[in-house]
């Protein structure tokens, strides 16, 4: 993958929402996209709570998403990028969507059979909020009525998000209790996923 516009990303498993382990996921990114040792990473936050990573002279895109029991750093040389996480779990699909979801979106879930409904919902929910996340705007400004894609297989493949020049998101394959969602901001050109 030299050469090749690639989103890294680490899974780490937390007990409560202790930071120490998202840290030490984003000083080994830092370290291995960066090229430095992790005691030479410097992680942070701006003002807005979005993370940073820097070594030497180098800033690192970065993404953090926490879920019940597990938190997801994702990377990227080349430009923002977003990441989220949800564990799979039986919930109300059809109904929150029509809360949250853009009629599109609902009539599509609501076609899926009875069992696929709470991943179709979920699918949809990490796919926003990886987008928000690549944007720097998280869901503010309708953004969980923000148009995603339909999720298709294969689902690790970033697709364009509709009405966002630039913006793609995909759902790599994990851990099978999870649902993750990468989304990147970025010309045309493939971009390539690898859980590490």
Known sequence: MSGQDTVHVWVGRTAGGRPEVARRLLRRA???????????????H??????????????????VSHGDGVVVVAARRAGAVGVDVE????????????????PPEVGWLHGLP???????????WTA???VGKALGRGLRDGGSRR??????????????????ADV???HPAGP?????????????GEVAVLLR
């Not at 009875?114 to 949809?124: H, I, K, Q, S, T």
């Open 30 to 44: 830092g370290s291995a996209l960066l090229g430095q040792v992790e005691r030479e990473v410097v992680v942070g």
């Open 46 to 63: 701006a003002p807005d709570g979005r993370p940073w990573v820097r070594a030497g002279a180098g800033v690192l895109p970065v993404s």
């Open 87 to 102: 564990r799979r779990r039986r919930l109300p699909a059809v109904a929150l969507a029509r809360r949250w979801y853009a």
């Open 114 to 124: 009875e069992d696929d409904r709470a991943d179709g919902f979920l699918l949809l």
């Open 128 to 130: 926003k909020e990886a």
């Open 147 to 164: 148009l995603m894609p339909v999720p298709e297989q294969p689902r690790s493949l970033l697709r364009p998000v509709p009405g966002l």
């Open 168 to 170: 793609r998101v995909g």
């Open 176 to 188: 099978p209790e999870l649902v993750l969602a990468v989304a990147v901001a970025a010309p045309a």
